[in-house]
């Protein structure tokens, strides 16, 4: 079993950290969204699972704060902008996803 605090893991503004990558199953991403950027609107092509961790989160039209989930269907293109510095987990599944360069064809 792998774990963490994903409170307390060391993970700079622009430097995403994989916590985890499985090919076949699923990636793991964390990322420090400082105050007022964003992940500008984007799609991919696997299933998104988007958790806030901590901070504030304009999310595909919803505000919300820590314990906020969302998912997004494989190449549903979606925003993320922080309102105040945001702590957010990414899940990307299956990883990597159909048309995703690197994938098996």
């Known amino acids: 079993m792998e774990h963490w605090d994903l409170r307390t ?3 700079q503004p622009h ?9 076949g199953e699923a990636r793991s991403i964390l990322i420090n969204l400082p105050a007022g950027e964003s992940l500008q609107e984007h799609q ?7 958790v806030v961790i901590e901070g504030e989160v304009e999310l595909g039209g919803t505000n919300g704060g820590p314990g ?11 925003a993320v902008t ?4 945001a702590r957010l ?8 996803g159909d048309g995703h360069p ?4």
């Open 102 to 105: 690197g994938a098996r064809d």
């Open 44 to 50: 991919v092509h696997e299933r998104a699972y988007v």
């Open 82 to 85: 922080a309102q105040s510095d």
């Open 15 to 23: 430097q995403p950290k994989i916590l985890h990558s499985a090919r």
């Open 68 to 78: 906020l989930a969302a998912v997004f269907d494989p190449n549903e293109r979606h």
């Open 9 to 11: 893991v060391d993970v």
């Open 89 to 96: 987990l990414i899940v990307l599944a299956p990883w990597p």
